[in-house]
């Protein structure tokens, strides 16, 4: 079953070119216009929103901060991220006009089914993005996206992190084309380029060795850091995950920016550091804000390990390892320079013998809350 991967994890990292593909299949056609027909919330209602509101927990919450970015940008409405389990204790301010959207894999996650509940009674119009047809989140939204990353048994998400990463920007556009802030042209070049993705997912999987090799190198390693600016934030926060998870290694992610008020102080002669870097051909100063992150922390005595895209040559010679990832827009990029790090972490709990599919103390739906 396991295709001749040594894990579910490995083979569902392999699965990440048809999980994007088919999320983005059938949901629009050859002049850039989407549909997205599943969607039982009226054109009209999602025209008149005036804020979004994602809940979700984990993986799934990371994939709701990169949505951040591109709905902002894209449909100018303001985007809030928060932890189902945190919105549901406090007092938040929901109400008709506002679409909450979760984020769930499973469908099944007791804190954001409650999260849910209670904006819901709170008069927000709920779509919910899930992998699981017909589970109890969608079946209480009013409107549902599927993601077809197909199932995933590993515990640790990987596949349906970029399928659900795919669904937030399909979403994303959809608001855009209903909203008119965007001309159809626009979306059209962002939906070729997003078809251009699966490709590129298997460009860096025929290259899984050169990071796989890293891992090998670095078994016993006690702690790793990593950080990323903009979309590479959440990028971060999600490679730290997978390597706490499933290779009980601490890890840590952060924005980039956040260095110098105090986890500077962490780098010491050898510490590992992940740094996703932007595209160049991006924001010039987000590019060259990160790379003078690189510097910061390699003068430091940082092992740093870069992820940037192909052709970037300004970070070569402060990166001790330089993983390439093919061009991509910015705003697109996590579904690339995620692959390496959800490979770094799986290859790494693989030579230590651990239960990759099955770490300890976790379950693939956490039904309590
Ligand atoms: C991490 C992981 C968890 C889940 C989280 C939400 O690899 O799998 O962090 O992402 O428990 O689960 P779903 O998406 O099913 O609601």
Redesign the pocket.
């Known amino acids: 079953e396991k295709g001749g991967f040594a894990s579910f994890m490995e083979k569902e990292i392999f699965d990440q070119p048809a999980a994007v593909a088919d999320t983005l299949l059938g949901r629009s056609d050859a002049y850039g216009h989407l549909t997205l027909d599943e969607l039982r919330i009226s054109p009209e209602e999602l025209a008149s929103v005036t804020k979004i509101v994602v809940l979700?927990?984990?993986?799934?919450a990371y994939a709701g901060s990169v949505a951040k970015y591109a709905i902002e940008n894209w449909c100018r409405i303001p985007v809030e991220v928060e932890l189902s389990h945190e919105f549901r204790y406090r007092d938040p301010i929901v109400d008709s006009n506002t679409l909450v959207v979760s984020?769930?894999?499973?469908?099944?996650?007791m804190d954001?089914l409650m999260a849910v509940r209670y904006a819901k009674e709170q008069g927000a119009k709920i779509l919910s993005i899930c992998n699981t047809n017909g589970s109890t989140i969608p079946r209480e939204s009013d409107a549902v996206l599927y993601t077809h990353a197909g199932p995933e048994i590993a515990?640790?998400?990987t596949k349906?992190f970029l399928a659900q990463i795919t669904a937030t920007y399909l979403l994303g556009l959809y608001l855009a084309q209903l909203r008119g802030n965007l001309f159809t042209g626009q979306i059209k070049d962002i939906l070729a380029d997003l078809g251009k993705i699966p490709a590129k997912i298997q460009e860096i999987l025929d290259r899984a060795e050169e990071i796989k090799s890293l891992a090998r190198s670095m078994q016993d390693t006690e702690s790793v850091l990593f950080l990323g600016r903009h979309v590479g934030y959440p990028v971060a926060m999600e490679g730290a995950?997978?390597l706490k998870?499933i290779a009980y290694i601490h890890a840590e992610g952060f924005a980039a920016g956040e260095l110098k008020h105090g986890p500077i102080a962490l780098i010491d002669e050898g510490k590992p550091v992940f740094v996703v870097v932007p595209s160049p051909r991006g924001r010039d100063s987000l590019h060259s804000k990160v790379v003078s992150n690189i510097q910061e922390v390699r003068a430091r005595g940082a092992k740093t390990l870069v992820i940037a895209e192909n052709g970037d040559e300004a970070v070569r010679e402060f990166a001790e390892f330089l993983f390439y990832v093919p061009e991509t827009p910015t705003l697109l990029m996590p579904l690339l320079a995620t692959v390496p790090l959800q490979l770094f972490a799986c290859e790494l709990a693989t030579v230590k013998g651990l239960d990759v599919d099955q770490p300890r103390n976790l379950a693939k739906?956490?039904t309590v809350e």
């Open positions: 979700a927990c984990g993986t799934s984020i769930s894999q499973s469908g099944e996650t954001t515990v640790a998400s349906a995950l997978k998870e739906s956490v």
